[in-house]
């Protein structure tokens, strides 16, 4: 077996490849890394729009297009960028070499349009390092034990990189894109958002979960179990970053670290559900059998016979989640369903935060300043998030990122 030491992973997003003066200015950067004598594999994803263009070009032929034949359409993004950035690399004297999913042997389940990574065989890769080659990857694929052709979802490519970060022993994963990090606030939407030079895998995959779409949460869970440090750059210019890592020893020290505000979900509520059935282990039961994940879960208990329960999906759920409701609903006679994709989740996240109530108190004062109503709230020891309006989302979250930051950023020495 080959070992091979001092390798980098370093994954480019769409963005960063939208144009052949992008994927040319890519090649440069990749060859002052290739100059320091390190081991690098890239990893790519689709250019630009291109993973809408095909969604869009095959739904002008059907709206539900099979999902085997979906994934066949777009695996062709990824293949595109790899082709192409190792022609403006050969180009620049860099010796380079593609691999598609089937190619880079990325093993997953056999769920099209949303598959896991069982495994990755290292060996053309690690044989091609060996010989020299820059070793460019094709994000978001992968395939089955039967020589099927998967994709691993939007943002998969994320995902791909940290995989293949962990199945390498990679010193390190960095991941290029229109951002120079991981900010308080996306800084795309509000222009007082401060970037944050650390944070720990925890906090950035709840960040992640709760609508940061900087990384994947399925990337940043795998560099956790794995311990791969992550990096997140601009690919635009050059800047430090954000570092994701482990937790750090630094007894009951407390951070705030970012603010979300996620507008794709749908809110759920179901009202007089019979407290003598376990109806609400039913009805999710039948939700999780298809895959969607649940958030938000609220049951509010009276002191009747009967009790409501209100929850949040994402809102690409919609349509199968209310199927399985109202089919509940004939079932087991529900006095009242109501779903809404007029709301948001608003999220504030940091390691211990349900411990330090003055965060739950200004969050809940600064929304009551502005009459904003809360229709949903939960906390826990990583995140307080509560569901409002959609109206009311910019104006709640700019001014949660004002009273919160920077007084309550300040780490506290307990």
């Known amino acids: 077996m080959i ?25 440069k950067q990749i060859k002052e890394s290739y100059s320091s004598n390190l081991n690098i594999v890239i990893v790519v994803s689709a250019m630009g729009s291109e993973t809408n263009r095909l969604i869009n070009l095959v739904k002008s032929i059907s709206q539900q297009p099979a999902p085997r034949e979906l994934d066949m359409l777009l695996s062709t993004g990824e293949q595109k960028s790899i082709a192409l950035l190792t022609v403006a690399l050969n180009a620049i004297g860099i010796k380079a070499k ?19 990574i069982l ?33 691993l979802g939007r943002g998969g490519s994320d995902t791909t990189a940290v995989a293949l970060a962990a199945a390498l022993d990679a010193e390190i994963c960095e991941i290029y894109t229109d951002v120079d990090g991981v900010y308080t ?24 979960i709760l609508g940061a779409q900087v990384i994947h949460p399925r990337a940043v869970e795998i560099a956790a179990k794995f311990n791969i440090p992550l990096i997140i750059k601009s690919s635009f210019i050059s800047t430090v970053g954000t570092i994701i890592h482990k937790e750090e020893n630094k007894m009951e020290n407390f951070t705030i670290k970012g603010i979300t505000v996620d507008n794709d979900t749908t809110y759920f509520s179901i009202s007089k ?13 039948e939700v999780n059998k298809r895959d969607i994940s649940i958030d938000m879960v609220v049951q509010n208990f009276s002191p009747k016979d009967f009790y409501d329960l209100s929850f949040t999906v994402s809102k690409k759920y919609s349509s199968q989640v209310k199927a399985v409701c109202e089919l509940f609903n004939k079932e087991n006679s529900f006095t009242q369903l109501y779903h809404s994709t007029g709301f948001s989740k608003i999220s504030v996240v940091g390691l211990g935060i349900n411990n330090h109530p003055e965060v739950l108190g200004a969050f809940l004062k600064c929304l009551a300043d502005f009459d904003i109503n809360i229709e949903c709230l939960t ?11 959609q109206r009311f989302s910019k104006k709640a979250v700019e001014s949660l990122h004002n009273t919160l930051f920077p007084t309550l950023l300040i780490q506290k020495n307990l």
């Open 3 to 27: 070992i091979i030491k001092n390798v980098i992973v370093k994954k480019y997003g769409g963005s960063s490849l939208s144009t052949v003066k992008r994927i040319q200015s890519v090649a």
């Open 98 to 116: 593609s691999f598609a999913g089937h190619q880079s042997k990325v093993l997953t389940n056999n769920r099209h349009n949303n598959a896991r």
């Open 119 to 151: 495994e990755i065989n290292t060996e053309k890769i690690l044989n091609a390092i060996e010989q020299g080659f820059v070793c460019v990857v094709a994000g978001f694929q992968g395939i089955t034990s039967i020589g099927e052709i998967t994709t």
């Open 185 to 208: 606030m996306d800084p795309n939407n509000y222009s007082k958002a401060k970037k944050i030079n650390k944070i720990t895998y925890n906090e950035m995959l709840e960040l992640s």
């Open 273 to 285: 559900l019979p407290k003598t059935q376990n109806l609400s282990y039913q009805l999710i039961n």
């Open 379 to 389: 906390t826990s020891q990583m995140k307080i998030s509560c569901l409002i309006d």
